[in-house]
């Protein structure tokens, strides 16, 4: 599975963004899927994922009403709204996919990765 991510940029605080992540190479149907973000020196941490059905979601508890993860397996995507942006969602967004059984915001049980997109959120 190949995962494209795109749809980051530079945005005010307050703004909206849309990533995207296209997958190619394999049908994502059965695949549990998720978008991390990282910043220089941190660590890389789980902002959300989704089951492979849809049912059920992972949040972080800093964009819990703020973003919404969702997927269209028909077009073998995944999305992340972004909402409420904050400076301190600036990262590089990664999406991320496995077709195995994951704790959803565990990293390393993703097998496969986008090669990210940068998010910078202006003051």
């Known amino acids: 599975v190949q995962l494209q991510a795109s749809g980051g940029g530079l945005v005010q605080a307050g703004g909206s963004l849309r990533l995207s992540c296209a997958a190619s190479?394999?049908?994502?149907?059965?695949?549990?899927m998720g978008w991390f973000r990282q910043v220089p020196g941190k660590q890389r941490e789980c902002v959300a994922a989704?089951?492979?059905?849809?049912?059920?979601?992972y949040y972080a508890d800093s964009v819990k009403g703020r973003f919404t993860i969702s997927r269209d397996n028909a077009k073998n995507t995944m999305y992340l709204q972004m909402n409420s942006l904050k400076p301190e969602d600036t990262a590089v967004y990664y999406c991320?996919?496995?077709?195995?059984?994951?704790?959803?915001?565990?990293?390393?049980?993703?097998?496969?990765w986008g090669q990210g997109t940068q998010v910078t959120v202006s003051s």
């Open positions: 989704i089951g492979w059905s849809g049912s059920l979601t």
């Open positions: 991320a996919a496995s077709p195995r059984t994951v704790v959803l915001n565990r990293d390393r049980d993703y097998d496969y």
């Open positions: 190479g394999r049908a994502i149907s059965r695949h549990h």
